[in-house]
Structures are given as C-alpha cells and as structure tokens.
C-alpha cells in the first residue's frame, strides 16, 4: 500500500509477521511509518508500507468544525 496522505493521527491495520494490529501513526518516513499500537501488548513501533493493511484518515476539517464549536459555546 502506498503512504501518500498518510499523517500523524491516522489509524492503520497492519500485518507485521502475522501479527495484525490497528495503531496510531507517529510519524512517516520515507518508506515506513513510526506508529503507537493501540493494543499494549504489541511491541512493533515501525512498520513498513507493504505490512500496512488499512488506513483511517482523520477528519480534519470536521475536528476544527468541533473546536471551533466549542470555544464559541
């Protein structure tokens, strides 16, 4: 899979040795991600584009609808 558009906030599912696992993206690399699992339990830290499974953009113009929302109220 490709990482364009890929930023830090987005969830991936990857696939590193046969462990699935769904984690926040850090920060990107050139060909590799740095990422926080969701699950405690998993260890992995990077990963690489070809073990990323799914990603979940974040809605970024939504979240500042929601902020701006809020300071106003």
Not at 51 to 59: C, F, H, L
Request: with cysteine; glycine share 6%.
């Amino acid at each position: 899979m490709t990482l364009n558009g890929v930023k830090s906030g987005d969830i991936v599912l990857c696939d590193r040795m046969g462990r699935v696992f769904y984690a926040i993206v850090v920060q990107r690399h050139e060909r590799e991600l740095e990422v926080e699992p969701i699950d405690r339990r998993v260890t992995y830290r990077r990963v690489k584009a070809r073990e990323v499974r799914g990603i979940w953009r974040k809605s970024r113009a939504q979240n500042e609808r929601v902020v701006e929302a809020l300071r106003s109220a």
